[in-house]
Each structure stands twice: as C-alpha cells, then as structure tokens.
C-alpha cells in the first residue's frame, strides 16, 4: 500500500479552553453538509482501490460466508406455557421470531423480518413476553439505531393490539394480569430524547401520551431510570436509576397503593445494585462495600425495604461475583477465577450447594427461564465452539443441547493459553492467547491483539468467527484483559477510569510489549516468568471498537512505533467534545467532564485527536464508523482522526476512513453486511502484517 490520502481542507477553529488554547483544524467535518459528503465519499472510494482490489478477496468473502452465514438461534424468551427466541437461517439478511409452546409444540413463525423491509435494514431488538405468553411485546429498530418502534402482538391471533413509537435504552415489565407494563422514555412526548429517561405505565391500548408517570421529574439530564423487577403477584416493582454507567440506585414502589409512588431504598449508599424478586424477597447483587460484589437479601412484607433490613447472605470473597439470578428455589452466581466463568448454586440463604458443569472454558448465560413448566435455558460458547441454547434440568442440575449449532470448527489444532504480564507500574495483568498449537514462537506471527478495558465490561473467552479465520491463515489472536474492566470487580475497573485512565493504555501497550518479547509473561499453570517472542513490532496490530476504539487510538498516538496495523472502529477519538451528543453525556462517570477544569487536564492528557504529533511514522490505519451511530460514538471522532492523521503521518503507511451509511453502532447489519466488513478489515491485516 501506498500512503495515499484525500487532500482534507484545513479551517481552523480556535478557542480558548481551562486556559489551554486550542486549534481544531478539521471541526467543519462534525457538520452535515455537501463537501462533507463528498469528502466522505473521497474517503470512501480510497479504501475501495487500496483494500478491496486485492487478489485474494474472493477467497476471503468465501471463507467468511460459510463462517457468518449460517444457521443460528438465539437465546429464548419464557413464559408459562411457550418459548420465544430469534433465529436467521442461511441467506438470511436478519433473524426472524419464532415461538413453540412448551415443551413439545411445533415451531410457528410470528415475525417474518423480511416483511418489514425489503433491504435488510431493520432488526428486532429486543423481546418481552407476558407470563402466560398470550402476549409479547417486541421492538424493532431501523438501520441499527438505539431509537427503536415497541409492538404488542396478541401471540394467538398475531393481531397488533398497540405501539409506542420511539423508544431508547428501555425495557418492559409486564404486569401480571397482562394490563399493562412499565417501561421508559423522556417525561415529554413531544421532545423524546435520551436524556433523563423517566419510568411510566402504559395500560394497553390506551394513548402512550397519557401514560402514568412512576419515576423521574426528579432525575438529572444524565440519568435513566428502567423497571428491573416485578414480583409474581403484582404487589411489588424494583426501579433502577443508573446515574451515568458507573452507579445505580434502586426505587421501591408499592403497587397496591392507591398512589403510586418510587422511593430509593439505596439513596444513600454508593456502588452498583442489581435486583431480582423471588417470591417475594428482593435479592441484590451489590458492589456496595464489596469491590467484587456480595448478594444480600430483605424480605418484601408490605413495608419499604430500607437498608437497615438488608441481609448479607454470600458475602464478598476473592473471586469477581459478575451476575447473579434466583430461579427454582437457588441462588445461582456467575463467578470469575482469574478471568475464568463459573456458575455455582446456592440455597436461598446463600449456602453454596454446587456448580454447572459446562463443556469446557468459555462464557455463559445463567439459567433463565420457568421452573414451573422446566422451560429453563442457558447459553455456551467458547473460543472455539459458537454459541449454543441448552435446556437446563435445575432438578438434576443437567445441560441438553436446546438447539444445535450448524457451524462446526475443527479444532484439534489450536489451543488457548492464559499469559500474565507486568504492566508499567507493576501491576500483573491477564491475556488470553489464541493460536496453532505447532507454531513456533520465534518472532514471525502475525498477531492481532485486542482489548475493552472500561465500563466494568469483562472479557471472557467468546466465539468469533473471525479469530477462527485468522488462525486459519496462520495468525495468533491475543485479548488483553486490561484495567477498566469488571475480570478483578470494581477495583479493577476504577484503576483504569476517570483519572486512571491512562492505566488502561499502558497495560494494553504493555500486552504488545509482551507478545515481542520486551516483558515476560507467566502462563497460568507456571511460577516463573519468561520471554516469549509470539511476534514481532513488522507483525504486530491492534484492533478494537467502540471504547475499545478509543483504547486503540490512544494507543496509536502514544507508540505509534511498536504496531505495524490499527483498525479502530466506532471509536471516541475526541475527549474533549465525546459528551456533546446525547449518547456521550451518559459516560462523564466513565471518563470524566471536560468542562470541569481537572477533569479537562485528565482528558486532555490522552484524547487520541489532540495528542497527533505532525511529523510522526503512524503504521497502517484503519479507521471505521457509521452514519447512523447514535450511541455517542459519533462520527467526528473518526472523521477528525482521519483527516489529521492523514497530514501528520510522514510513513509510506496507508490512513484509510470507511464510513457506512446504513447501520449504528454495533447493529442493523445483514449477514452479508458482516461479512464484506470483516472481509475488508482482514485483508488490510492481512497485508500490513503477513
């Protein structure tokens, strides 16, 4: 490849920040206009001639269609007497929605997607059926939005019986007589938007203007407020309130009162709560003086389930307590052992009493469902093993293939293995290394590493088709499992934060460093620590999205030597603007407030955009986002990226920017879609690393 680039105009924009005066050169690409979009297309047509005229993408678009299309279910929906579940079949472009009575019913088709859009472009998104499952609640979204259109469908006749139109980060909980439900959106139905999402109730058929509000004059901008849980017999509900993403507050409020009013039974206690009601005792998961979370207990008898009442029945052990759910008279705990999942079960007083065998290391569901009618299902995947929907016996505590994955990998060649490393300061972090078992670790692979490192998000070992084909073609795949996350609880994740964030960069740079040899690692089993030459700084790229992207990008700026490619997707790139659209302003508790002046100093000290060095050798990049992404990932991240990486960069490196222009953040992609994207993302990897 050749360091070709689209001559991107230059108008400064100066402004004086907390003292810092600031030039933004390319700040006329955050607006819509006609030399945008040409630009955009410029852009566009650049990558078409650099990457996709490339004499192996036949065989790459061979290869990935028989990885991505097939056919494939996902997890069910329960009710008291049937099973919902999405499921896409190859040629496919979306997943439809199905349902079978349970346990023995027929499949029926209740929403052919392909009626909804001859183009492929809208998804279900999300799917709520009532107890008795006589009815079901389901949301569509358009070209992968977060904003989606929510259906009430009668699951006997088909028949539409209601709608309410635009809705954003919610989901419904029915009440039990199948009245109504409480769901969220803003408090004016005329100027619906994501900020401070309120809770109300909606009686079916009536006018969704007129429903009643339940929770949220009170809320800040930034807050959202959903229904978490109903109890069976109606009496009950929990309100969560998460205040940005790094802390939640639960609302009790009676529903046999004649006014219906939430009351915080949290308010003044600070951490992350997540609730489940079991006949009629609220169980919480909390990190609330526990960084690695413990479960306590109140019982529901008619009065407000104040703090004082609350039982600790699994304290906090060693362990990362990452999800909790009470089903069938147990208590089961998703666990992770350094980075490893476990599901163990518990009696209702928290007494461990056993564990869930799953075919090997992976990630997994716990068990959701109805005991009632065993109508209960887990999933399982691994590095190597698509995800697959298994029934679970709670009874016999027994897995049965629900539904059986079509894709089939022949693994018997490559392994995984675990690597700890010292990151800058000292700290031992974890990485999953993914590769041939024969390979010979002398420097030469190709290597693609990976990493998340925020918003408590744990990495667990997960299918990817697109790791299989690139071990097929030889590669090694490594996921570093960097501070930010939730692998370690919330200490770990505060340590890569606000002002931690930079930790986050140096344990992923370190990772690289690692895997060419320039810091030992230690493989789980081992005691010592050793030098291994996975690869080299010619062979070495990373790849990330979302605020995987921005970990990508700051890792570019701050050594672009040590990577010979860089594909960063959907990325925050501009730390200083991230909390101007509507999405981003949820993430100040994550990143922190640009317009707070330390804060500023914070951000200022990493953001990607405004840390590119004119004069720098900048590796092979790709940059890719969506038009359509209104997650907070805004495209100016991208587009400023570009256009300023393109005039710094003083390699022969390619700085490529792909825009799509009908999907979101992360969904409303066909098969087909998927497969042309990975297709692209591989040959540039491909060709920048092999």
């Known amino acids: 490849m050749q360091n070709e680039i689209v001559k991107t105009k230059i108008r400064p924009f100066e402004e004086t920040l907390h003292g810092h005066k ?88 209740l929403v052919d997607i392909k009626k909804y859009s001859d183009q492929g472009n809208v998804s279900i998104a999300g799917l709520y059926p009532t107890l008795d499952g006589s009815l079901l609640a389901y949301s569509l979204s358009q070209d992968g939005s977060d904003w989606t259109h929510l259906y009430i469908m009668n699951v006997e006749t088909g028949d539409i019986l209601d709608e309410i139109p635009k809705l954003v980060y919610t989901w419904t909980c029915w009440l039990p007589d199948n009245s109504g439900f409480f769901y969220s959106r803003s408090s004016d139905p005329d100027n619906l938007s994501k900020n401070g999402l309120s809770v109300f109730l909606h009686k079916l058929v009536e006018n969704w203007r007129n429903d009643k509000l339940i929770l949220g004059d009170e809320l800040a901008e930034t807050d959202m407020a959903n229904a978490m849980a109903i109890s069976r017999d109606g009496r009950h509900l929990i309100i969560e309130v998460q205040h940005g993403l790094t802390s939640n507050e639960l609302f009790y409020t009676d529903l046999s009162a004649d006014v219906l009013t939430a009351i915080s039974i949290t308010a003044d206690h600070i951490g992350l709560f997540y609730a489940d009601i079991y006949k009629n005792v609220l169980y919480v998961r909390t990190s609330n003086e526990a960084q690695n979370y413990r479960v306590c207990k109140v019982d529901l008898d008619g009065a407000v389930p104040l703090w004082d009442k609350w039982e600790t029945i699994v304290p906090e052990g060693n362990d990362t307590l990452l999800e909790m759910n009470v089903i069938g008279d147990r208590i089961f705990i998703k666990r992770s052992i350094d980075v490893i999942a476990h599901t163990f079960i518990h009696s209702l007083d928290g007494k461990e009493t ?108 997960y299918f990817s088709a697109s790791v299989v084909f690139w071990l097929e073609q030889g590669g090694i795949y490594a996921i570093a499992n960097i501070r930010g996350g ?102 100040i508790s994550e990143y922190g407030d640009p317009d707070k002046p330390e804060e500023f100093e914070w951000l200022l000290s990493y953001s990607p955009y405004h840390n590119v060095k004119d004069g720098s050798r900048f590796p092979a990049t790709l940059l890719k986002t969506s038009l359509h992404d209104d997650r907070g990932t805004d495209s100016l991240h991208a587009f400023k990226m570009a256009a300023k990486l393109q005039a710094a960069s003083t390699s022969h490196n390619p700085v490529l920017l792909r825009t799509l222009t009908n999907v979101g953040h992360g969904g409303g992609r066909t098969t087909q879609m998927t497969i042309d994207e990975q297709t692209e993302v591989f040959l540039f990897l491909t060709r920048n690393l092999m």
């Open 22 to 109: 600031l030039v933004d050169n390319y700040r006329w690409l955050e607006t819509v206009s006609e030399e945008r979009s040409t630009w955009i297309e410029q852009q566009n047509k650049l990558v078409d001639s650099l990457v996709l005229d490339d004499p192996g993408r036949e065989a790459f678009l061979k290869r990935f269609d028989e990885l991505f299309n097939y056919d494939r279910t996902g997890f069910p929906a329960s009710s008291l007497s049937r099973v919902f579940y999405r499921k896409i079949k190859r040629g496919e472009k979306h997943a439809s929605l199905y349902m079978r009575s349970w346990p023995e019913g027929e499949e029926q088709l």
């Open 486 to 587: 939730g692998e370690y609880g919330e200490s770990w994740h505060q340590a890569g934060m606000l002002e931690n964030k930079q930790n986050v960069f140096d344990d992923f740079i370190s990772a690289g460093e690692a895997l060419i040899g320039e810091r030992p690692v230690r493989l789980a089993g081992e005691n010592e620590f050793a030098v291994r030459r996975y690869t080299s700084r010619e062979h070495l790229g990373i790849l990330g999205g979302s605020n995987g992207g921005l970990l990508t990008g700051a890792a570019l700026v701050q050594r672009p030597d040590l990577w010979a490619a860089v594909v960063s997707t959907v990325p925050l790139l501009d730390m200083l603007r991230f909390h101007l659209t509507e999405g981003g302003k949820y993430w």
């Open 354 to 461: 056993g564990e869930i065998k799953y075919p090997g290391i992976g990630d997994f569901s716990l068990p959701h469902g109805e005991e009632k009618v065993d109508a209960v299902f887990v999933s399982y995947s691994s590095f190597f093993q698509p995800e697959e929907v298994y029934h679970y016996d709670i009874r016999q505590n027994k897995l049965s293939r629900f539904i059986e994955s079509s894709l089939v990998i022949d693994t018997d060649d490559y392994l995984s293995e675990q690597a700890f490393f010292p990151s800058l300061d000292g700290t031992v972090v974890p990485m999953f290394i993914i590769r041939r078992r024969n390979t010979e670790l002398d420097g030469s692979n190709p290597v693609i590493l990976t990493g998340y490192g925020g918003f408590s998000h744990s990495v667990l070992p």
